[in-house]
Protein backbone atom coordinates (compact mmCIF):
# COMPACT_ATOMS: atom_id res chain seq x y z
CA UNK A 1 0.00 0.00 0.00
CA UNK A 2 2.62 2.80 0.88
CA UNK A 3 4.46 1.80 -2.40
CA UNK A 4 1.70 2.28 -4.50
CA UNK A 5 0.84 5.32 -2.37
CA UNK A 6 4.47 6.79 -3.33
CA UNK A 7 4.23 6.05 -7.26
CA UNK A 8 1.03 8.09 -6.99
CA UNK A 9 2.52 10.79 -5.35
CA UNK A 10 5.77 10.80 -7.53
CA UNK A 11 3.50 11.12 -10.31
CA UNK A 12 1.69 13.78 -9.40
CA UNK A 13 4.81 15.71 -8.28
CA UNK A 14 6.41 15.21 -11.56
CA UNK A 15 3.41 16.37 -13.78
CA UNK A 16 3.13 19.48 -11.30
CA UNK A 17 6.43 20.41 -11.68
CA UNK A 18 6.04 20.32 -15.91
CA UNK A 19 6.56 24.07 -16.88
CA UNK A 20 3.39 23.16 -19.24
CA UNK A 21 1.15 22.43 -16.51
CA UNK A 22 1.61 25.47 -14.63
CA UNK A 23 1.93 27.24 -18.00
CA UNK A 24 -1.84 25.78 -18.90
CA UNK A 25 -3.07 26.83 -15.35
CA UNK A 26 -1.55 30.40 -16.02
CA UNK A 27 -3.30 31.01 -19.02
CA UNK A 28 -6.79 29.64 -17.72
CA UNK A 29 -6.64 31.82 -15.13
CA UNK A 30 -5.23 34.68 -16.88
CA UNK A 31 -7.72 34.44 -19.75
CA UNK A 32 -10.53 34.13 -17.18
CA UNK A 33 -9.89 37.21 -15.43
CA UNK A 34 -8.82 39.11 -18.58
CA UNK A 35 -11.95 38.42 -20.38
CA UNK A 36 -13.82 39.32 -17.92
CA UNK A 37 -12.79 42.73 -17.18
CA UNK A 38 -13.90 43.56 -20.69
CA UNK A 39 -16.97 42.81 -19.75
CA UNK A 40 -18.53 46.16 -20.96
CA UNK A 41 -21.98 44.90 -21.26
CA UNK A 42 -24.45 42.64 -19.40
CA UNK A 43 -25.30 40.19 -22.59
CA UNK A 44 -29.16 39.72 -20.58
CA UNK A 45 -27.24 38.59 -17.24
CA UNK A 46 -23.81 40.37 -15.08
CA UNK A 47 -21.99 37.47 -14.41
CA UNK A 48 -22.33 35.69 -17.78
CA UNK A 49 -19.28 36.14 -19.75
CA UNK A 50 -17.22 35.86 -16.50
CA UNK A 51 -18.99 32.46 -15.85
CA UNK A 52 -18.52 30.90 -19.06
CA UNK A 53 -15.16 31.98 -19.59
CA UNK A 54 -13.97 29.97 -16.05
CA UNK A 55 -15.58 27.31 -17.73
CA UNK A 56 -14.36 27.23 -21.16
CA UNK A 57 -10.74 27.11 -19.82
CA UNK A 58 -11.31 24.58 -17.28
CA UNK A 59 -13.05 22.71 -19.76
CA UNK A 60 -10.07 23.11 -22.61
CA UNK A 61 -6.75 23.76 -20.42
CA UNK A 62 -8.08 21.52 -17.81
CA UNK A 63 -8.41 18.57 -20.64
CA UNK A 64 -5.20 19.40 -21.73
CA UNK A 65 -3.38 19.00 -18.48
CA UNK A 66 -5.42 15.66 -18.38
CA UNK A 67 -3.89 14.60 -21.75
CA UNK A 68 -0.46 15.84 -21.28
CA UNK A 69 0.24 15.19 -17.68
CA UNK A 70 0.12 11.20 -17.96
CA UNK A 71 1.22 11.03 -21.48
CA UNK A 72 4.57 12.33 -20.63
CA UNK A 73 4.62 10.67 -17.45
CA UNK A 74 3.92 7.66 -18.65
CA UNK A 75 6.30 7.33 -21.38
CA UNK A 76 9.33 8.96 -19.71
CA UNK A 77 9.12 5.82 -17.63
CA UNK A 78 8.98 3.60 -20.23
CA UNK A 79 11.57 5.02 -22.49
CA UNK A 80 13.92 5.89 -19.78
CA UNK A 81 13.48 2.33 -18.44
CA UNK A 82 12.85 3.51 -14.66
CA UNK A 83 9.13 1.50 -15.19
CA UNK A 84 11.66 -1.39 -14.65
CA UNK A 85 13.00 -0.41 -11.14
CA UNK A 86 9.27 -0.13 -9.86
CA UNK A 87 8.55 -3.53 -10.87
CA UNK A 88 11.17 -4.81 -9.31
CA UNK A 89 9.40 -4.53 -6.47
CA UNK A 90 6.78 -6.35 -5.37
CA UNK A 91 4.35 -4.33 -7.38
CA UNK A 92 1.66 -5.61 -10.11
CA UNK A 93 2.06 -3.73 -13.50
CA UNK A 94 -2.05 -3.40 -12.78
CA UNK A 95 -1.28 -1.83 -9.61
CA UNK A 96 1.70 0.45 -11.06
CA UNK A 97 -0.70 1.22 -13.92
CA UNK A 98 -3.42 2.05 -11.93
CA UNK A 99 -1.09 4.02 -8.98
CA UNK A 100 0.27 6.13 -12.01
CA UNK A 101 -3.36 7.42 -13.13
CA UNK A 102 -4.44 8.41 -9.36
CA UNK A 103 -1.33 10.40 -9.53
CA UNK A 104 -1.83 11.96 -12.43
CA UNK A 105 -5.40 12.54 -11.51
CA UNK A 106 -4.92 14.10 -8.09
CA UNK A 107 -2.13 16.56 -9.65
CA UNK A 108 -5.49 17.67 -12.19
CA UNK A 109 -7.59 17.91 -9.16
CA UNK A 110 -5.00 20.67 -8.21
CA UNK A 111 -5.41 22.42 -11.44
CA UNK A 112 -9.53 22.57 -11.35
CA UNK A 113 -9.16 23.55 -7.89
CA UNK A 114 -7.06 26.88 -8.59
CA UNK A 115 -9.03 27.54 -12.33
CA UNK A 116 -12.66 26.52 -10.24
CA UNK A 117 -11.52 28.62 -7.58
CA UNK A 118 -10.64 31.60 -9.78
CA UNK A 119 -13.75 31.49 -11.76
CA UNK A 120 -15.86 31.83 -8.56
CA UNK A 121 -13.67 35.04 -7.60
CA UNK A 122 -14.19 36.64 -11.00
CA UNK A 123 -18.17 35.75 -11.05
CA UNK A 124 -18.73 36.84 -7.65
CA UNK A 125 -17.09 40.31 -9.12
CA UNK A 126 -19.23 40.52 -11.99
CA UNK A 127 -22.08 39.52 -9.38
CA UNK A 128 -21.17 42.48 -7.43
CA UNK A 129 -20.45 44.69 -10.07
CA UNK A 130 -23.71 44.38 -11.65
CA UNK A 131 -25.56 44.82 -8.38
CA UNK A 132 -23.90 48.41 -8.34
CA UNK A 133 -24.90 49.28 -11.52
CA UNK A 134 -27.89 48.66 -11.12
CA UNK A 135 -28.26 51.02 -8.20
CA UNK A 136 -25.96 53.48 -10.25
CA UNK A 137 -27.20 53.08 -13.83
CA UNK A 138 -23.75 52.90 -15.08
CA UNK A 139 -21.88 50.37 -17.37
CA UNK A 140 -21.69 46.69 -15.59
CA UNK A 141 -17.79 46.19 -14.76
CA UNK A 142 -15.85 43.78 -12.77
CA UNK A 143 -15.54 44.75 -9.10
CA UNK A 144 -11.47 46.13 -8.78
CA UNK A 145 -11.36 44.04 -5.78
CA UNK A 146 -12.27 40.77 -6.92
CA UNK A 147 -10.47 41.56 -10.41
CA UNK A 148 -7.24 42.29 -7.96
CA UNK A 149 -7.57 39.14 -6.40
CA UNK A 150 -7.99 37.23 -9.99
CA UNK A 151 -5.13 38.27 -11.03
CA UNK A 152 -2.83 37.77 -8.04
CA UNK A 153 -3.24 34.11 -8.35
CA UNK A 154 -1.69 34.60 -11.83
CA UNK A 155 1.49 37.00 -10.76
CA UNK A 156 1.75 36.62 -7.21
CA UNK A 157 3.13 33.01 -7.59
CA UNK A 158 5.51 33.60 -10.14
CA UNK A 159 6.99 36.72 -8.17
CA UNK A 160 7.52 34.93 -4.85
CA UNK A 161 7.91 31.41 -6.65
CA UNK A 162 11.07 33.12 -8.60
CA UNK A 163 12.41 34.75 -5.42
CA UNK A 164 12.12 31.30 -3.54
CA UNK A 165 13.80 29.17 -5.96
CA UNK A 166 16.46 32.26 -6.63
CA UNK A 167 17.08 32.57 -2.69
CA UNK A 168 15.84 29.62 -1.16
CA UNK A 169 16.24 26.48 -3.32
CA UNK A 170 12.46 25.55 -3.70
CA UNK A 171 11.43 24.54 -6.59
CA UNK A 172 9.85 26.85 -8.97
CA UNK A 173 6.66 25.03 -10.66
CA UNK A 174 5.74 23.34 -7.55
CA UNK A 175 6.22 26.37 -5.13
CA UNK A 176 3.96 28.57 -7.79
CA UNK A 177 1.07 26.00 -7.85
CA UNK A 178 1.08 25.75 -4.12
CA UNK A 179 0.71 29.77 -4.03
CA UNK A 180 -1.85 29.73 -6.63
CA UNK A 181 -3.84 27.19 -4.59
CA UNK A 182 -3.56 29.26 -1.05
CA UNK A 183 -4.48 32.45 -2.68
CA UNK A 184 -7.54 31.45 -5.72
CA UNK A 185 -9.11 29.46 -2.59
CA UNK A 186 -8.40 32.97 -0.04
CA UNK A 187 -10.11 35.21 -3.02
CA UNK A 188 -13.10 32.97 -2.68
CA UNK A 189 -13.47 33.54 1.41
CA UNK A 190 -13.17 37.15 0.49
CA UNK A 191 -16.86 38.68 -0.22
CA UNK A 192 -18.41 34.56 -0.40
CA UNK A 193 -21.59 34.32 -1.43
CA UNK A 194 -23.00 30.70 -0.23
CA UNK A 195 -25.68 31.23 -3.09
CA UNK A 196 -23.23 31.84 -5.83
CA UNK A 197 -21.39 28.52 -5.15
CA UNK A 198 -24.17 26.50 -4.82
CA UNK A 199 -25.07 27.25 -8.19
CA UNK A 200 -21.77 26.90 -9.83
CA UNK A 201 -20.75 23.80 -7.62
CA UNK A 202 -22.50 21.30 -10.11
CA UNK A 203 -21.26 22.41 -12.91
CA UNK A 204 -17.89 22.91 -12.16
CA UNK A 205 -17.86 19.28 -10.77
CA UNK A 206 -19.35 18.26 -14.31
CA UNK A 207 -16.71 20.05 -16.25
CA UNK A 208 -14.31 17.65 -14.56
CA UNK A 209 -15.69 14.49 -16.05
CA UNK A 210 -14.73 15.10 -19.19
CA UNK A 211 -10.94 15.38 -18.30
CA UNK A 212 -10.83 12.74 -15.99
CA UNK A 213 -12.43 10.39 -19.00
CA UNK A 214 -9.01 11.97 -21.40
CA UNK A 215 -6.54 11.17 -18.54
CA UNK A 216 -7.51 7.43 -18.50
CA UNK A 217 -7.59 7.40 -22.62
CA UNK A 218 -4.22 9.36 -22.31
CA UNK A 219 -2.52 7.11 -19.98
CA UNK A 220 -3.76 3.89 -21.61
CA UNK A 221 -2.63 5.03 -25.03
CA UNK A 222 1.00 6.03 -23.47
CA UNK A 223 1.81 2.47 -22.65
CA UNK A 224 1.19 1.24 -26.19
CA UNK A 225 2.12 4.42 -28.54
CA UNK A 226 4.77 6.41 -28.88
CA UNK A 227 3.88 9.76 -27.68
CA UNK A 228 2.83 11.66 -31.33
CA UNK A 229 0.75 8.76 -32.57
CA UNK A 230 -0.86 8.64 -29.11
CA UNK A 231 -1.52 12.45 -29.34
CA UNK A 232 -2.82 11.69 -32.67
CA UNK A 233 -5.37 9.33 -31.49
CA UNK A 234 -6.54 11.44 -28.51
CA UNK A 235 -6.72 14.95 -30.93
CA UNK A 236 -9.26 12.95 -33.14
CA UNK A 237 -11.16 11.69 -29.97
CA UNK A 238 -11.00 15.01 -28.60
CA UNK A 239 -12.35 16.68 -31.80
CA UNK A 240 -15.49 14.18 -31.90
CA UNK A 241 -16.33 14.94 -28.48
CA UNK A 242 -15.94 19.01 -28.58
CA UNK A 243 -19.70 19.42 -30.44
CA UNK A 244 -21.91 17.45 -27.71
CA UNK A 245 -19.98 19.76 -24.94
CA UNK A 246 -22.69 22.60 -25.66
CA UNK A 247 -25.51 20.18 -24.81
CA UNK A 248 -23.78 18.39 -21.96
CA UNK A 249 -23.64 21.48 -19.60
CA UNK A 250 -27.04 22.30 -20.64
CA UNK A 251 -26.17 26.12 -20.74
CA UNK A 252 -30.12 27.22 -20.58
CA UNK A 253 -30.22 25.97 -17.36
CA UNK A 254 -28.01 28.36 -16.16
CA UNK A 255 -29.85 31.24 -17.65
CA UNK A 256 -31.27 33.95 -15.58
CA UNK A 257 -29.33 32.67 -12.38
CA UNK A 258 -30.39 29.32 -12.79
CA UNK A 259 -28.82 25.78 -11.63
CA UNK A 260 -27.56 22.60 -12.84
CA UNK A 261 -29.54 19.66 -10.79
CA UNK A 262 -27.34 17.83 -9.09
CA UNK A 263 -28.76 14.58 -10.48
CA UNK A 264 -27.86 15.39 -13.49
CA UNK A 265 -24.74 15.74 -12.52
CA UNK A 266 -25.18 12.06 -11.10
CA UNK A 267 -26.01 11.10 -14.70
CA UNK A 268 -23.24 12.16 -15.92
CA UNK A 269 -21.28 10.59 -14.13
CA UNK A 270 -22.63 7.18 -14.51
CA UNK A 271 -22.48 7.67 -18.12
CA UNK A 272 -19.38 8.39 -18.35
CA UNK A 273 -18.25 5.69 -15.56
CA UNK A 274 -18.62 2.74 -18.22
CA UNK A 275 -16.15 4.89 -20.56
CA UNK A 276 -13.45 5.59 -18.10
CA UNK A 277 -13.46 2.15 -16.60
CA UNK A 278 -13.42 0.32 -20.21
CA UNK A 279 -10.29 3.12 -21.07
CA UNK A 280 -8.23 1.67 -17.71
CA UNK A 281 -9.09 -2.07 -18.35
CA UNK A 282 -7.63 -0.83 -22.16
CA UNK A 283 -4.39 0.45 -20.37
CA UNK A 284 -4.06 -2.99 -18.04
CA UNK A 285 -3.87 -4.84 -20.93
CA UNK A 286 -1.57 -3.07 -22.58
CA UNK A 287 0.89 -2.56 -19.68
CA UNK A 288 0.45 -6.52 -18.80
CA UNK A 289 1.54 -7.15 -23.06
CA UNK A 290 4.35 -4.44 -22.86
CA UNK A 291 8.13 -5.68 -23.39
CA UNK A 292 9.61 -4.02 -20.10
CA UNK A 293 12.19 -6.42 -19.21
Known amino acids: MRRWLSIAKATALEILSEPLSFLLMLTAVTMTSLAS ?32 GPLKSFRREIETGTIQMALVHPLSRTTFFLAKCLGAAA ?28 RTGDIARLWRPSFALSMATAVVPLVAAAALDRFARWRFVPTAFVLATVISLGGTVYRFN ?15 FPAILFLAISSALAVKFKANAAMSIIAVLFIAFVPAVGNYYLP ?33 RFIRNQDIT
Open 37 to 68: AFHYHQFGEATRMARDAGLSFLFLAGTLTAIA
Open 107 to 134: AYFVFALIVAANTLVIVRGAEIGGSMAE
Open 194 to 208: GALLARLAPVLVLAT
Open 252 to 284: DALSKGGCLPWSYVALAALALLPAIVAALFVGI
